[in-house]
């Protein structure tokens, strides 16, 4: 039979470990993204305008297509938060889906929101495509650190996996509401700037996760 600890060693271990609060589950974890799915969803239509055909495509293809994209960010931000979790990681067939389903629905967004309302995009104006591109991405940001670090919390083994997953999340989640400003529904534009920002905020998540999990076990 082993002896008990000392009340020496108890001490220390007083000291040295302390309890923690257990993470709850990826998806209520994820809900302190909420605010930021609020917000970017309204602050482009009513920063600038609802976008001119809006009345065109009634409220499902505007505002219920973009709050479909706002819930498909909030999910991707959960499964980054469950990859996050060391021993809860994707395999490479559950990662597919959610890489591949995401930017699936944008497209599905774009071709039925042409159909409905085609509007193109002059030739001479392609310097818009930079500017839904950069204001996209840029709307992402804020999202891309703050699922970085819910990520980085959790101690993640593949965080820029869980990086990537949080980026692209808040990306749908930016792009949700710039494309309640944005005027063109040309394919070529939205899959050429829009998806390409939610693409690189993915990108952006990928390189910052690993960073902060790095400044955290630094001593």
């Known amino acids: ?97 959610w890489l591949a389903l995401p930017l699936a629905l944008v497209v599905v967004v774009t071709w039925t929101t042409f159909e409905a309302s085609p509007i193109n995009i002059n030739r001479a104006w392609a310097w818009i495509g930079l500017l839904c591109f950069a204001g996209s991405l ?21 965080p820029a996996l869980a990086g990537l997953l949080g980026g692209m999340g808040a990306g749908l989640m930016a792009d949700a509401g710039w494309r309640l400003f944005c005027h063109f529904s040309e394919p070529a534009h939205v899959l050429g700037a829009h998806l390409l920002a939610i693409i690189a905020a993915g990108l952006c998540g990928a390189v910052l996760a690993p960073v902060l999990c790095a400044t955290r076990e630094a001593p």
Not at 7 to 28: C, I, K, M, N, T
Not at 48 to 68: E, K, Y
């Open 1 to 97: 039979m082993r002896d008990a600890p000392s009340p020496a060693l108890r001490a220390r271990l007083a000291v040295d470990y302390q309890p923690v609060r257990p993470f709850g589950p990826p998806l209520a974890r994820a809900m302190g993204v909420v605010p930021f799915a609020v917000l970017a969803l309204v602050a482009a239509p009513l920063w600038f305008d609802l976008r001119v055909d809006a009345p065109r495509l009634g409220w499902f293809q505007s505002w219920g297509w973009s709050l479909a994209q706002s819930m498909a960010g909030l999910a991707l931000v959960a499964a980054a938060l469950r990859e996050s979790i060391p021993g809860r990681n994707w395999t490479r067939g559950q990662l597919a889906p």
């Open 138 to 158: 840029a709307s992402a940001l804020p999202g891309v650190a703050l699922a970085a670090i819910l990520a980085s919390r959790a101690w993640p083994t593949r």
